[in-house]
């Protein structure tokens, strides 16, 4: 137990002796006395007191006094006192000494008893207010941690999302300008075999673009924003697709791919045709990334029909190196990897499992694992889905970018930092007839607007010195009319709804997302600088 420490201040040294005499036997306190209230002010101020016991009549400070200086001090406020006194019972005297901040009385002469009993008390209430205060401090303590993990919190999430802003953009600039510049190459003479390689090159960029959407989609989902877009979509044709990408994988592998299809499956399903593709593609790839022997099965059955429902399951089935069954639960949770060293062998996130699950769980649909280490493993997706009638389905009158009509007469400067990019929409501009000047930052941008009247501006959203949102501002600034009005489309790399809006809010007329589609940029550019030529005609 803590030993506490109790003050006497009494003017007559026979009173401070015998009390201290009194109290001598009490366990755990610490006793000291003085006969000058003065000195013993300044020995409270300076040690950490819990009980003073003051004589009322001194000749220095009389005790009220003395009680009124120990409150009026932050260091001595709390010090328990008892006021010692001789003079008289009466209730003024009593209420004096209490509205001074005395908590109780002795009276003289002193009863032992009474006296030793009382200080025990006393002693038991400062042992109970320290740990009271000491709780206290506790859970401000904790409280002050919590208010502090959760600012930390909110600045992890934030700086997440700047993550995650910043890394779509970075991966997605290069990916627009290979996908760019397949487009192109798919408009110039190739041969079979160079249609078919421009067929891989596409794959690989698409599944590129796959990869940081899986990113982006794990956060979307767990902030509760990912809706799943139905459409009418042909089970066969989804199957196709997937079927010409992992035969190509798994051959490369020395392994093989194989599509089984039930002869019952409805023709045409309402589906999330991308999600459903993302589902089944991450089960395949890693049937083909974890099998180094043998091959992988996708087979696709119709389990039910109920009227217009149709209940599918999809089954991915590998010869591969199997899951420990200790570790197939923990498979589905996002980095979660099924055996220490997987990574170092076979790479990957942990990720493509736990978007799996988090997609089947959105589509309303079940999924398991079923594998034994060595020998195999079997994923299984089952769902509804509404079955749609099926007719012809229409043929596709894709454009191509080169058959578009001219747009003479247009200039447009382009802002772009990255060369490939400014290249491929150079190119794309001038086979449309438009004259195009290039620029590779916002500043750069502002000094040509100075000089020649553009049509159009293209600008890219992150760019080095001076960003195209810095630079749209201060175009919209612009005193001059003929500047400040000219149309401007943002070019944005970021999927995130946050750095559009942050876009359409710096002055832009139109956001252009990358990879972007010829077809639709050209319509863009139309519209924009028809509508101009109205509002200057
Ligand atoms: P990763 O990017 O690591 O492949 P996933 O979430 O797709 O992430 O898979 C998580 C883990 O589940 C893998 O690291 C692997 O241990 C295990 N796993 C998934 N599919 C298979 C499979 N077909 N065969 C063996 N192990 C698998």
């Known amino acids: 137990m803590e030993k506490l420490k109790l003050v006497i201040v009494d003017d007559k040294e026979e009173n401070v002796l015998s009390l201290k005499a009194l109290l001598a036997d009490v366990d755990n306190l ?3 006395g003085s006969t000058s209230p003065n000195e013993a002010l300044r020995y409270c101020w300076n040690q950490d007191i819990a009980i003073a016991l003051v004589d009322v009549q001194m000749p220095e400070i009389n005790g009220f006094e003395f009680v009124s200086l120990l409150q009026s001090n932050p260091k001595t406020w709390q010090i328990m006192v008892i006021m010692v006194t001789a003079i008289s019972k009466e209730d003024k005297f009593l209420l004096k000494g209490l509205h001074s901040g005395a908590i109780d009385y002795l009276y003289k002469p002193l009863n032992p008893d009474i006296t030793v009993a009382k200080v025990k008390s006393f002693m038991q209430q400062v042992y109970i207010q320290r740990e009271l205060k000491r709780k206290n401090e506790e859970l401000e303590r904790s409280h002050m941690e919590l208010v502090k993990a959760k600012k930390e919190a909110d600045l992890a999430r934030k700086s997440k999302e700047n993550f995650l802003a910043n890394m779509s953009h970075e991966i997605r600039t290069p990916i627009n300008g290979i996908t760019g510049i397949t487009t192109m190459l798919r408009n110039s003479p190739l041969n079979e075999e160079q249609s078919e390689w421009l067929d891989y090159l596409e794959n690989a960029s698409q599944q590129l673009l796959l990869i940081i959407n899986d990113i982006l989609d794990l956060s979307k989902i767990d902030s509760g924003k ?3 877009d139905f459409a009418k979509t042909s089970l066969a044709g989804v199957i196709k697709e997937l079927t010409k990408l992992f035969t190509y994988k798994a051959e490369q592998k020395g392994i093989t791919f194989h599509a089984v299809n039930d002869d019952k499956l409805p023709k045409h399903i309402l589906a999330d045709s991308l999600r459903l593709t993302q589902i089944l593609s991450n089960l395949i790839s890693n049937g083909i990334k974890f099998t180094e022997e043998g091959s992988v099965t996708l087979e696709t059955k119709l ?10 399951q999809f089954s991915v089935k590998d010869t591969g190196i199997g899951i420990n069954s200790n570790a197939i639960d923990k498979i589905f949770h996002s980095f979660e990897q099924g055996e220490e060293g997987i990574t170092k062998r076979f790479g990957g996130t942990g990720l493509g499992l736990a978007i799996v699950k988090r997609l089947v ?5 079940q999924i398991h694992a079923y594998s034994e280490l060595g020998m195999g493993s079997e994923f299984v997706f089952q769902c509804w889905f509404d079955e749609e009638a099926s007719e012809a389905a229409p043929k596709s009158d ?3 970018y080169t058959d578009l009509p001219m747009l003479d007469g247009i200039r447009i400067l382009l802002a772009e930092d990255n060369e490939l990019n400014s290249f491929m929409v150079t190119h794309m501009l001038n086979t449309w007839g438009i004259t195009v000047d290039t ?3 916002g500043k750069e941008a502002l000094d040509k607007v100075e000089n020649i009247s553009y049509s159009l501006i293209l600008m890219d ?4 010195v001076m960003s195209g949102f810095d630079a749209i501002r201060a175009i919209r600034n612009d005193q001059r009319e003929h500047i400040r009005n000219v149309p401007i489309i943002s070019i944005s790399a970021s999927v995130l709804q946050r750095e559009q809006q942050a876009a359409y809010a710096a002055g832009a007329d139109a956001v252009v997302g990358k990879p972007f589609d010829p077809v639709s940029l050209y319509q863009i550019i139309k519209t924009l600088t028809q509508a101009k030529d109205k509002t200057n005609s």
Request: charged share 30%; no cysteine; glycine share 4%.
């Open 303 to 312: 389990l039910k029909r109920s009227k217009q429902r149709v209940h599918i």
């Open 226 to 228: 990912m809706r799943l």
């Open 361 to 365: 769980n959105l589509h309303q649909g």
């Open 461 to 464: 959203a992150h760019m080095p």
């Open 398 to 400: 894709k454009k191509q």
């Open 30 to 32: 610490d006793i000291w």
């Open 439 to 441: 620029v590779k930052n």
